[in-house]
């Protein structure tokens, strides 16, 4: 299976966990895939300063500025394979 296809799995997988994981590590799921599909980010900041989830999904995905997109899927399959393990233990 190549890395996308790795990646494409792991992204189905990440919707089936049993236990949902917590903020910080949904940020993080959602920035390696912002990243690891999309590139850099694309888009303006959120304009609605209250809007604090948009705003920390935005941030999230800015901090990856610069990683390639290959680096961010294999940093999202190592995630998921690892909460995908911790959920079973």
Request: glycine share 4%; charged share 25%; aromatic share 10%.
């Amino acid at each position: 299976m190549d890395l996308q296809q790795q990646f494409e799995a792991a992204a189905t997988t990440s919707k089936t966990l049993p236990q949902k994981p917590d903020n910080e590590t949904l940020l993080q799921l959602y920035s390696l895939y912002k990243q690891g599909t999309e590139g850099d980010v694309n888009t303006d900041p959120p304009a609605n300063l209250f809007d604090f989830v948009a705003k920390a999904k935005y941030e999230a995905w800015q901090k990856l500025k610069g990683k390639s997109k290959e680096d961010a899927q294999q940093e999202y399959i190592t995630l998921v394979t690892k909460l995908k393990a911790d959920s079973y233990s």
